[in-house]
Every structure is written in structure tokens, then in C-alpha cells.
């Protein structure tokens, strides 16, 4: 149930700017996140970005202490409302502005993480801590959703599941909408309406390409990405799929139940069409 900043013996501060003052110290201690960011998000030389990164003293340490507070909330909320569950460690890193957080192994247990650098407001940890805290209790229940390589963590129904799932966890610990949990305070609220009123009238045409391309990469895995534009096609739209999968499914499982279902139901789930055919086939997990 830590959670760690294990960037602050790697850092000294310069003019107000934090600066990693022993990179291949902090590349060894943080190589598994590191590796994770390489693969999937920054294939860049990190040695060379990271020597060259400055990071806003004030603004990390305060980021820093809105995800121990979120961390702490967190706890408190799953050894109350879903006991069963038990609680992963994380990891807070300095990274290259190029990922927000995952989950990731390291040794036999997996524990999620967040880079201090990419959230802005207090509203982005409380929801997007719950989220990846969500990714490290999936993958270490149900190994199969572990992406281990760029192409595996894009593929349409592990990414579906696993980011819809994250997303209804994070809705559900803080009692919001699926709007926020999708977003916190990136748009305002009038852009993240107008977003959810363009994804259900496109939702059924989206599912269908999910079922054509379950097991293969859609748009170069451009759904479950945000090139922050304004251009709701271009937007994280795997995100909003996934959650209306298990926004779905969470009527007939209960959360725990929820991180066990495998790829196969997942994917039976995505060709159903109509409340009626989706609470029947629901019902046959």
C-alpha cells in the first residue's frame, strides 16, 4: 500500500527547477517504468531527454502531495467498499510529458505509477490515481491484460477492457460521471458534453469496428490516444467504448468480478446490440 516518490534522490534543484542530477542512477532504479514509457509511448534515447529535463520544483512537490492524499483516500474507500480487493502499491517518477501513468511489474508484484509532470490540478489526481491504481489491481488478478509490448497494449479488446475498466473504477470510487472520469478538468463542461453526445450517436459504428478488430491494432492505436485538439474523433474514444462495456457488464458483476472476465467474454460482449441482448448475454459470464 506504498506509495513512493522514487524520483527525489535523483533530483537538485537549480533556479527554482528540479533537475535529475544522476541519470543512470535514476534509469536503473526506475527501469521498469522507464522501459514501459520506451516501448510504448517515448521510443527516444531517455537517457539523453532526461538530462536535459527540468521539472517546476513547487508545482511537482504539490502534485506530489495531492497523489499522497489521493492514495490515502483511495485506501480508505476499497477497505470499505470492496474489502476483497487489495490495494497496490505506486510509484511517483519524472518522466518526459509523453505518458501520464500505467501499471507495471516489478519483480512478482505489479504496482502502478504516475509521472508528476504530466497531471496539472488536483481534480487529475483524484481521478486519474483511482485509474491506474486500477490497471496494477487488474493485471495482478488477471495476468492476461499485461501489456508487454507497444503492439499488446493497443490491441482493440485488451485496451478496451483494460482502460474501460480502469475508467468505471475510477467513476466508482468517487461517485461521478463517466464524463469525468474520462476527463477530470482537461475540457470544460460544455466540450466534455458536446464529447459524450458525439460518442453515443457514433458508439454503434465504433463497436462494430471493435468486433472486426479485436484482436488487432485500430488507427495505429489512435482511440486510445489525445492529441489535444478539439477534434472529437482524434480523442481517447477507446476509452469511452471500454467504459460503456463495463458500465454494461456491471449490471449482472460486481467490481471484484469485473477484473476477472477474460478477453473471450469481452469480445462477446462488443457484438451484442440492444439492453435486451446485453443483459441475456451478460447473464451467461
Known amino acids: 500500500m506504498n506509495l513512493k516518490n522514487i524520483s527525489r534522490d535523483f533530483t537538485r534543484i537549480r533556479n527554482g527547477q528540479l533537475h535529475i542530477s544522476d541519470v543512470p542512477g535514476y534509469i536503473e532504479h526506475t527501469a521498469p517504468i522507464l522501459r514501459q514509457i520506451t516501448e510504448i509511448w517515448d521510443g527516444r534515447d531517455l537517457s539523453l531527454v532526461l538530462a536535459k529535463s527540468i521539472y517546476p520544483k513547487a508545482e511537482i512537490e504539490r502534485v506530489s502531495q495531492h497523489c499522497k492524499e489521493s492514495h490515502l483516500a483511495l485506501i480508505a474507500t476499497i477497505k470499505t467498499r470492496f474489502p476483497s480487493i487489495a490495494v497496490p502499491s505506486g510509484e511517483l517518477v519524472l518522466g518526459t510529458k509523453t505518458a501520464s501513468g500505467h501499471a507495471v ?7 502502478f505509477w504516475l509521472a508528476l509532470e504530466s497531471h ?10 483511482p485509474h491506474e491504481a486500477a490497471h496494477a489491481i487488474h493485471y495482478s488478478v488477471n495476468p492476461a491484460f499485461y501489456p508487454d509490448t507497444k503492439e499488446n497494449y493497443y490491441r482493440t479488446g485488451r485496451a478496451l477492457w483494460a482502460e474501460g475498466l480502469a475508467t468505471f473504477f475510477s467513476k466508482k470510487i468517487l461517485g461521478i460521471s463517466a464524463a469525468d472520469a474520462l476527463w477530470a478538468d482537461f475540457h470544460s463542461e460544455t466540450w466534455k458534453r458536446e464529447w459524450m453526445a458525439y460518442c453515443r450517436v457514433h458508439e454503434g459504428e465504433w463497436f462494430e469496428t471493435a468486433t472486426r478488430q479485436f484482436d488487432s491494432v485500430v488507427d495505429n492505436g489512435q482511440w486510445f490516444l489525445t492529441d489535444e485538439t478539439r477534434e472529437f474523433e482524434l480523442n481517447r474514444i477507446g476509452y469511452y467504448l471500454g467504459c460503456r462495456l463495463v458500465e454494461k457488464a456491471a449490471t449482472h458483476h460486481s467490481m471484484e468480478e469485473l477484473f476477472h472476465l477474460s478477453l473471450d467474454n469481452i469480445h462477446k460482449l462488443c457484438k451484442v446490440k440492444g439492453d435486451a441482448q446485453w443483459n441475456s448475454k451478460i447473464r451467461s459470464f
Open 105 to 111: 511489474k516489478r519483480g512478482d508484484k505489479v504496482v
Open 120 to 129: 496539472y490540478s488536483k481534480r487529475q489526481i483524484e481521478v486519474f490515481l
